[in-house]
């Protein structure tokens, strides 16, 4: 991943979801020797309000989108009313790295 599309994401979450959101890149774009795939991401916030969040999601990837053009991103949003605790999460927190 270039210095600009990482730069690109973190602004990307920090305008759509809230200024200190934080944002974790891992899976297989970790490995500089790989092909690619898929951008797994992991964004942290402290939004509450799954309404709002579904509206800062779609606003990420549209700001993503306008600058990198179409990514196949898969994007974990944490936030503190989640219902639900996928290992997926703790596997993007351990092994993630923060851009």
Request: hydrophobic share 45%; net charge negative.
């Amino acid at each position: 991943m270039s210095k600009f599309e990482g730069e690109t994401l973190v602004q990307a979450a920090r305008i759509s979801f809230e200024p200190d959101a934080v944002v974790r890149l891992f899976g297989s774009r970790l490995d500089d020797a790989g092909r690619g795939g898929d951008i797994d991401l992991l964004v942290e916030t402290r939004m509450t309000d799954a309404r709002l969040i579904a509206q800062a999601h779609t606003r990420f990837l549209s700001f993503v989108y306008a600058r990198l053009g179409e990514q196949k991103i898969d994007l974990l949003i944490d936030f503190p009313t989640r219902q639900q605790d996928a290992p997926i999460y703790a596997i993007a927190r351990r092994e993630g790295v923060l851009l």
